[in-house]
């Protein structure tokens, strides 16, 4: 476990915080609360000689694990702020967000550290401030709020609007619009980049000296700042695979080779992304292997009955990385009945691929609460906060929220103990995926069930012309009451972020999507949905995302047989003029 520097318990960053700050009538900041705007700002020409030591700003709030990660595998040794004289003495300082703004501007101000950090930054000293680092140094933020930003910027962090059809969080790759000498962009072109984020600051007059780009998700919204030494950016460049790898390289030495690529004119829209699904559990040696099931029946139909065994977990998620997968997730698919913590194997996958693997790791399986045999009671908060501090961007819960989502469609209360809302309140909703596990079940007329039917194109065995799709538990084995379209709508209101939607039907047969299905989820959700299962050539990858609203798309077993190359999935889906990251 790595230790979460300055963090006590008066000042945890997850602790609710009282809004500092009030807009005025028209949504304009109070002056009065704008405590740095009358520094006089001066940058200074400092340059990047600081060694092979960067400082590293985290204030305890979440998984800053793979800027850890991505700052040594570019050769860096870290040293942790624990003071703000760490922050006056630092050579070049990372500053990577993570948590709500309230509760880091919480934690900055109290440990003194938002003084510090004002005076470093004013003084034009090498800094990196990331996502939520970029936008703590506005005047304020909407979230939860207004509150009080360190008022470096002028200008007020909002929420995205989803009533312009745009799903929020946004998440997923954008490419962004470089606007001036950027200095740590210049390699990057038109390169897409990962961003995951709810709120983001808009360009005005005020503050235009300061952009360095934007990126387009419904409004043009500012992607990253530059004055000087002082950069900071909204997306991810320890998730941005090569091109956020060269970010930071550039960052960290500002001699460093660079190639200046033509600043990428072209309007970008959110990539659809191609994700790579690694169904692990143990096998009957007690190796922890990659399986893949047929309709979910992951055993060989020989004598023996083996666990099907396709690979090594980390060499098999380091091998899609470099393939060009924009996701990988992780499904531990016997999850439900061993307690995740006490699979040290698996956490152990996590802490190892994510040294080496910079694109956005998901990870479920046993996600609930749960009491070990020596009566000690886990919460879920505590499993999934166990996955995120080794090294998972999200975590994805089954069994748990079908339960969830039966309680809350039945009472109509949200009782905020519910894994999925515990864990989207503490960690972001953008951090919770859902994965729905449903079965097709034919019906001849739709009033037959209780669950939303449609209308199939191709008829049930007994010619039905109808069918609704059951949501079940415990890796396919249990039907319960309850429609994959009731549970999707139940899990974006109690919290969920992102849907990733399986077919038990389809899962491994390489027909194709089950479109019908994938298009109802798609259309009644606002947060974005991953199609899963059936993917067995490329042109059932353009066909998803034509014929219905998916954000991604996602594969098993054509990648681990090597059937399809990933780059082959992103050449096709190019050639058919549908944005994805290359
Ligand atoms: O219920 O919270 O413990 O989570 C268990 C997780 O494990 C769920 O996400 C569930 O989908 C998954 N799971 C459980 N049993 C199986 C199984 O296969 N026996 N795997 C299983 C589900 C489905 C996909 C698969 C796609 C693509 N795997 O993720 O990778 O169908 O496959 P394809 O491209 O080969 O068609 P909890």
């Known amino acids: 476990m790595e230790a979460a520097p300055f963090v006590n ?5 997850f602790r609710s915080s009282s809004p500092a700050l009030l807009l005025g009538r028209n949504g304009d900041i109070c002056r009065r609360s704008l405590k740095f705007k009358s520094r006089k700002f001066s940058v200074r020409a400092a340059v990047n000689d600081g060694g092979s030591v960067v400082t590293l700003l985290d204030y305890g709030a979440g998984n800053v694990r793979s800027v850890r990660n991505a700052i040594r595998f570019l050769g ?47 003084n034009g000293r090498p800094f990196l401030g990331i996502c939520l680092g970029l936008q703590l140094l506005f005047e304020c933020s909407e979230e939860n709020g207004p509150v009080k930003g360190l008022g470096l910027i002028p200008g007020v962090v909002g929420r995205f609007d989803s009533s312009s059809g745009f799903r929020v969080p946004h998440i997923g790759w954008n490419a962004v619009q470089i606007t001036k000498d950027s200095g740590i962009l210049d390699d990057i072109g038109g390169r897409h980049v990962y961003f995951v984020h709810s709120y983001r600051a808009m360009p005005s007059n005020a503050n235009k000296d300061w952009i360095s780009s934007t990126c387009n998700y419904g409004d043009n919204f ?9 950069h900071a950016v909204q997306f991810h460049p320890e998730k941005s695979g090569n091109a956020g790898l060269s970010i930071l390289r550039r960052f960290l030495d500002s001699k460093s080779d660079v190639t200046k690529q033509p600043a ?55 091998q899609y990385y470099k393939d060009g997968a924009d996701e990988i997730s992780f499904l531990n698919i016997t999850g439900f009945r061993d307690f995740p913590l006490g699979d040290l ?43 995120f501090r080794s ?157 219905t609203n998916a954000s991604a798309a996602l594969a098993a077993g054509i990648f681990h047989r090597k059937e399809v190359p990933i780059q082959s999935v992103k050449e096709h889906l190019s050639k058919e003029a549908i944005e994805v990251r290359m």
Request: charge should be negative.
């Open 391 to 547: 090294g998972a961007d999200k975590i994805s819960i089954g069994s748990d929220a079908v339960y969830a989502a039966e309680a809350y469609l039945k009472t109509g209360v949200k009782t905020g103990k519910s894994s999925l809302e515990q864990i989207s309140r503490v960690y972001g909703n953008q951090a919770v995926v859902v994965s729905i596990d449903p079965r097709r079940v034919y019906v001849k007329d739709p009033n037959e069930v209780e669950c939303k039917a449609i209308k199939v194109i191709i008829p049930g065995p007994n010619g039905e012309e109808y069918a609704w799709y059951q949501c079940t538990v415990n890796g396919g084995r249990e039907g319960r009451p309850i429609g994959a379209y009731e549970l999707a709508k139940a899990v974006e209101d109690l919290g969920a972020g992102e849907i990733l939607l399986n077919c038990i039907d389809r899962d491994g047969q390489g027909t194709g999507f089950d479109i019908e299905l994938i298009k109802l989820i798609s259309d009644a959700v606002t947060i974005p949905v991953i199609a899963s299962s059936g993917a067995g050539a490329v042109e059932h990858f353009s066909e998803v995302f034509t014929e």
């Open 345 to 387: 194997p698996m956490l152990q996958v996590l802490r190892n691929t994510s040294e080496n693997v910079f694109v956005p790791l998901t990870v479920g399986g046993g996600i609930r609460d749960f009491t070990d045999g020596n009566g000690r009671h886990y919460s879920s908060l505590e499993v999934a906060s166990e996955y």
């Open 264 to 318: 990428g004119r072209k309007a970008s829209k959110l990539a659809k992304r191609v994700i790579a699904c690694l169904d692990v559990r143990t096998n009957d040696k007690g190796d922890l292997v990659v399986t893949k099931g047929d309709q979910y029946d992951v055993r060989e139909h020989t004598k023996e009955n083996e666990v099907r065994n396709l690979g090594k977990p980390v060499e098999l998620a380091g």
């Open 222 to 230: 500012i992607a990253s700042i530059r004055r000087g030494n002082v």
């Open 76 to 122: 860096y040794d870290i040293k942790d702020v624990q003071t703000p004289e760490d922050i006056l003495n630092a050579n070049r300082l990372i500053f990577p967000g993570v948590g709500a703004f309230a509760a880091a501007m919480d934690v900055l101000n109290q440990t003194g550290m938002a003084e510090a950090l004002c005076t470093y930054i004013e």
């Open 9 to 13: 318990a008066k000042a945890h960053p």
